[in-house]
């Protein structure tokens, strides 16, 4: 027979990838109807089968090199783009990354028993070897793909880490031409420069005069810290504002002339009420309170 004689040329990684090549369509059937692929493709089952085949190409190339274990493989290229984008869409659903690698080593038994059904004899040397190079080339495969899912996951993380700084740092019009960033919690680099960015651009979309920069809920001041405020009060100033900073309490203060840091060519007020109150009369702009007797009337 002519399968059985082409499943036995070569070497194992060699009838590997011709496995591939004569069975495509069939493991791509097989596969579409597998957890990773129907979960991620639920329009059209069509469109999992196509998938489907990129990836038994891919693993076809691979086996062809030899290189079944080596997860830089360039074969691997085309599996990270496909695989690793529906795990990463499945990671996004909730799935955890033990249930997307045994979807993953779950595509090894159809293939297994596809390969073993072109041996007469499954027990021959050549049949063992052609199975363990497969079965080395799908652990490969799950490898390449868990990798690339927790690399995906790690930008997820990281853009969420953006979201949740950019959400903790509002910027608050007060006033026509008044600006304020209430800051609350741990200013580190990271939030600093999304502080600085964030104030920088509400006072160009603003055309702001005066940013008010509150650190009342800041728990504590280092050097470190203080260097980001002048910082952002000093780029404040490059764009035509005046910065204010408000919230100093006495312990903070207390800090600051401890560790020596120089703060006198920032403006400070003791609170966001008493900055606010700043600018406005900076702009002409008189606030009092409303007369006792006539409230009454």
Same mark, same amino acid.
């Given at each position: 027979?002519d399968?059985p ?16 090549e ?7 059937q097989?596969w579409?109807?597998?957890p ?5 493709f ?6 999992a089968?196509?998938?489907c085949?990129a990836?038994?190409d ?11 274990? +080596? ?11 496909q695989?690793?984008g529906?795990?990463?869409t ?9 249930q997307i690698?045994d979807?993953?080593?779950a595509?090894?038994g ?8 072109e041996?007469p004899?499954p027990?021959t040397a050549?049949?063992?070897?052609s199975?363990?190079a497969?079965t080395l080339?799908m ?5 390449v ?8 996951g790690a930008?997820l ?5 953006q979201?949740?700084l950019?959400v ?5 019009k ?10 609350i919690g ?7 420069q999304?502080?600085m960015?964030?104030?920088l651009e509400?006072?160009? +979309?603003?055309?702001?005069r005066?940013a008010?920069l509150?650190i &009342? ?7 470190l ?6 910082k ?10 005046e910065?204010i900073v408000?919230?100093?309490r006495?312990a903070?203060a ?10 006198g060519?920032v403006? &400070? ?5 008493d ?20 409230s009454?009337?």
């Amino acid at each position: 027979m002519d399968v059985p004689e082409q499943a036995a040329t070569g070497s194992a990684p060699q009838r590997v990838s011709g496995f591939f090549e004569r069975r495509r369509e069939q493991i791509a059937q097989r596969w579409a109807d597998a957890p990773l692929f129907r979960s991620v493709f639920t329009v059209s089952r069509d469109e999992a089968v196509e998938a489907c085949k990129a990836v038994v190409d891919a693993l076809s190339e691979v086996a062809l090199t030899g290189r079944l274990e +080596d997860i830089g493989a360039p074969g691997f290229a085309t599996v990270r783009t496909q695989l690793g984008g529906m795990a990463a869409t499945r990671a996004r659903t909730g799935s955890t990354a033990a249930q997307i690698a045994d979807e993953v080593a779950a595509l090894r038994g159809p293939a297994v028993e596809l390969l073993r059904a072109e041996f007469p004899d499954p027990s021959t040397a050549e049949a063992q070897e052609s199975v363990l190079a497969l079965t080395l080339v799908m652990s490969t495969l799950r490898l390449v793909v868990m990798e690339t899912a927790l690399t995906e996951g790690a930008d997820l993380i990281e853009r969420q880490r953006q979201q949740l700084l950019e959400v903790a740092t509002p910027v608050i019009k007060l006033w026509e031409g008044t600006v304020a960033v209430p800051l609350i919690g741990t200013l580190d680099s990271a939030r600093s420069q999304v502080v600085m960015e964030s104030l920088l651009e509400a006072i160009v +979309d603003q055309r702001a005069r005066y940013a008010i920069l509150d650190i &009342t809920g800041v728990p504590t001041v280092d050097s470190l810290v203080a260097q980001h405020l002048m910082k952002t009060v000093a780029a404040a100033r490059l764009m035509g504002a005046e910065c204010i900073v408000s919230g100093i309490r006495p312990a903070i203060a207390q800090t600051i002339v401890q560790l020596g840091i120089d703060l006198g060519t920032v403006l &400070t007020r003791a609170s966001l009420a008493d900055a606010l109150a700043y600018a406005l009369g900076r702009q002409g702009i008189e606030v009092s309170r409303a007369d006792a007797g006539a409230s009454a009337r």
